[in-house]
């Protein structure tokens, strides 16, 4: 069974704290992503990794950093965490396929609350 | 990538079939449907894809058009379960792999109603 596990399900953090998320994938997959998910915004993509030590900007790179050391890690870092980056944070990860589709499974969300 | 459109809101009965359409008009040859849904407070969980034929899999059917215009997506026999919402998109085909992220519109609220 896929398997994507994130390391909590609730955070409370406070302004200026710098805060980690990690997710982890059990599926050998060779692409992991960062999304957040907000009321009338939808999913929006802030990092993806194609590969170990490798990774992309996404849509809303500005205040996150990520890091990918092994392939069944991706971590998300908050270098100083903001109350607009309070969100629920989903992590997705997806096979590099010869047969050209891209099905990306989810970890449970992690929900961040920045005060 | 192409747009969809979908119902704000259905129900469906506990037990019955709930069949969920999608208007994907403007769809290339190289796009596969693909749905997911969203239990609330939830990640994402993904159903099933297909490019032209009809899918089946453990969870759901997936009925496209001849002409690959809509899709229907059916849960045999709702539970309360299934209560979520329910996303349907389109992503183009990639040659020699790659990813890019993904991206939801508004979906259907399916209720499932005991």
């Known amino acids: 069974d896929v398997k994507v596990t994130q390391s909590s399900r609730y955070l409370v953090k406070r302004t200026g704290e710098k805060v980690f998320l990690e997710c982890v994938q059990d599926?050998?997959?060779?692409?992991m992503f960062w999304y957040r998910q907000d009321p009338g915004l939808g999913l929006r993509l802030i990092y993806f990794?194609?590969?170990?030590?490798?990774?992309e900007k996404g849509d809303i790179p500005e205040g996150y950093s990520v890091s990918r050391e092994k392939k069944e890690r991706f971590s998300l870092i908050l270098e100083s965490a903001s109350t607009n980056q309070t969100s629920m944070y989903l992590c997705?990860?997806?096979?590099?396929?010869?047969?050209?589709?891209?099905?990306?499974?989810f970890g449970p969300g992690t929900r961040l609350t920045v005060l | 990538d192409a747009k969809t459109t979908q119902p704000t809101s259905m129900d469906c009965a506990e037990g019955r079939a709930a069949n969920l359409p999608c208007n994907h008009s403007t769809i290339s040859g190289n796009e596969y449907v693909y749905w997911y849904r969203q239990i609330h407070s939830q990640g994402p969980q993904y159903i099933i894809h297909g490019l032209k034929n009809n899918e089946t899999n453990e969870m759901a059917s997936l009925i496209i058009t001849e002409d690959r215009k809509s899709s229907t997506l059916i849960l045999p026999h709702a539970t309360l379960r299934d209560t979520a919402v329910y996303y349907c998109i389109v992503r183009p085909k990639k040659s020699g792999g790659g990813a890019d992220g993904l991206t939801f519109g508004k979906g259907t609220h399916l209720i499932i109603q005991p």
């Open positions: 990794s194609y590969d170990v030590k490798m990774k």
């Open positions: 599926m050998d997959h060779e692409n």
């Open positions: 997705a990860s997806s096979l590099t396929s010869g047969l050209s589709t891209d099905t990306q499974y």
